[in-house]
């Protein structure tokens, strides 16, 4: 007898443990989570869930035009949610920017970003019309005021065509960003020949390219050897 009361005494601790699991949130994705629980109750309660459209870092050229792709947000039902959308790019200017997006519900307010670099890439050299001033000399180094710069041969590669007055010539160069470098190279300008090389960069507006030239002329009489600044303003 008193073995048959011991056991059903044992069976009912067991039955009076498991029955008094806590019940609650188990969901730690809710803005209600409840470490404790062991048992869902479906009580979990959540933010809006909000989503980007499009990549989470985009890359443009200063001065090209910007369309948000935007987000969007839904409740845990489906049901859709407005988002709000605080938008800093300026293309107009080399810079990082970032986009920020809210969706709220009675749950609380969910928050994404987006960031967006501008920057100054290929198109920025070779897609505009340029001007040219100078401290460059007429006769030493004569440069065209109105050069030409296209493409190269490869993406980083560039041609500054027209590059003399009267006699032209194409002087090449090599992009990085807003840097260029004009290797050493020789244009033949009939009754001579000019070496010359220059680094410079473009500004973070892209329209001005300035570059430091080093130069020697070999022609008789106009001829001489310097350093001046060449001054490409965007048209």
Request: charged share 15%; with cysteine; hydrophobic share 35%.
């Amino acid at each position: 007898m008193k073995k048959t009361l011991l056991l059903l005494m044992i069976g009912f601790g067991v039955v009076s443990i498991t029955s008094c699991k806590k019940k609650g949130c188990t969901d730690n994705g809710a803005v209600n989570y409840n470490s404790k629980a062991k048992k869902d109750d479906g009580t979990c309660l959540y933010k809006p869930f909000l989503t980007l459209n499009g990549d989470a870092l985009v890359t443009i050229n200063v001065s090209a035009s910007y369309a948000d792709a935007g987000a969007t947000a839904t409740n845990k039902d489906g049901s859709s949610v407005a988002v709000t959308t605080d938008n800093q790019v300026d293309t107009s200017i080399v810079g990082t920017y970032f986009v920020n997006y809210s969706a709220t519900n009675a749950n609380g307010t969910s928050t994404a970003q987006r960031r967006v670099d501008v920057l100054i890439g290929a198109e920025n050299w070779t897609e505009v019309s340029w001007a040219l001033t100078s401290t460059c000399s007429g006769t030493q180094f004569p440069l065209s005021s109105s050069p030409s710069i296209t493409a190269g041969g490869s993406e980083s590669a560039v041609n500054i065509e027209n590059f003399f007055n009267l006699v032209g010539g194409t002087a090449t160069g090599t992009i990085n960003g807003a840097n260029i470098t004009i290797p050493e190279q020789i244009i033949n300008i009939t009754i001579g020949d000019v070496t010359f090389s220059g680094t410079g960069s473009m500004n973070a507006t892209g329209t001005q390219i300035q570059i430091t030239y080093n130069y020697d002329n070999s022609a008789p009489l106009i001829g001489g050897s310097g350093t001046c600044m060449a001054i490409y303003d965007k048209q």
